[in-house]
């Protein structure tokens, strides 16, 4: 696609990180809304959700427009679903949407106007290293994101969740 390379290198910048979080999600919020949950204007660029998580500490839905490696064939099918990169643009913090899937995993996912309930799990050791490699590969702007923060960032791997489960209890 014309202008990735651009978008990757201006994505790598420090003053990217200082506005992008303040920015795209707020774009991307009001686009998905107008939209009735057709278009973000991040998945422009890369493929995006928007995550329907519960507050870790408050319980209340949150909403966060997310970019995401699809994986596995067509997204939300069964044996298929998404990575969710916990990179805050390269900001020093966790962002506030992985201590939400770490309290409570069951969340949905809007992919493409269809809203998904899924199921994250947080990856470690040996299975996050891998899909670590495959984020690289995907968007290699990350790798200057881990390289400016001292913790290592959180990937989540989601799949869908049999219907039947509903929603979870609190």
Not at 50 to 59: C, F, K, N, W, Y
Request: hydrophobic share 45%.
């Amino acid at each position: 696609m014309p202008g990735v390379r651009l978008v990757q290198k201006v994505s790598s910048t420090r003053a990217f990180a200082r506005a992008a979080p303040h920015l795209v999600p707020a774009l991307d919020r009001a686009v998905h809304r107008l939209t009735r949950g057709k278009v973000l204007l991040s998945a422009q660029m890369l493929p995006g959700v928007v995550l329907t998580a519960r507050g870790a500490r408050s319980g209340l839905e949150r909403r966060t427009p997310l970019a995401c490696m699809p994986e596995g064939g067509a997204p939300g099918a069964e044996g298929t679903g998404w990575i969710l990169v916990g990179s805050n643009f390269g900001r020093a913090g966790h962002p506030a949407w992985t201590a939400n899937l770490l309290a409570h995993p069951d969340a949905v996912v809007n992919w493409k106007g269809e809203d998904v309930p899924v199921t994250a799990r947080l990856l470690t050791g040996e299975e996050r290293d891998a899909v670590w490699k495959a984020v690289l590969a995907f968007w290699p702007p990350y790798a200057t994101y881990q390289a400016r923060v001292d913790r290592e960032i959180r990937l989540f791997r989601i799949v869908r969740r049999p219907v039947s489960d509903g929603p979870e209890e609190g």
